[in-house]
C-alpha cells in the first residue's frame, strides 16, 4: 500500500461512517464523535499545494488536515 492508497482507504472509510446513522455507529463500536464529520476531502481535491498525500476533513467544529507520509 502506498501513501495515495492509504488516503483513499481512509476517506472512504471516513465518508461512509459520517453517512451512518448514530444507532449504525452503536452497533459498529464507533464514538459519537465520528458523527460530527461533515466533508472528506483529499489534498488535491481541496487545492492543497503540497506533493504529500492527505486529508481535509470538515467537521461541525472545524477543518483538520491530515497529512499521510511513509516513514518506512
Do not use: C, P, W
Not at 7 to 35: H, P, T, V, Y
Amino acid at each position: 500500500m502506498n501513501e495515495n492508497e492509504l488516503q483513499n482507504a481512509l476517506k472512504n472509510l471516513l465518508e461512509e461512517i459520517a453517512g451512518m446513522d448514530d444507532e449504525d455507529r452503536e452497533d459498529a463500536g464507533l464514538g459519537d464523535g465520528l458523527a460530527d464529520v461533515k466533508r472528506v476531502r483529499t489534498y488535491e481535491e481541496e487545492g492543497v499545494l503540497t506533493h504529500d498525500a492527505g486529508l481535509v476533513i470538515t467537521t461541525t467544529d472545524g477543518e483538520f488536515q491530515l497529512t499521510i507520509v511513509r516513514s518506512r
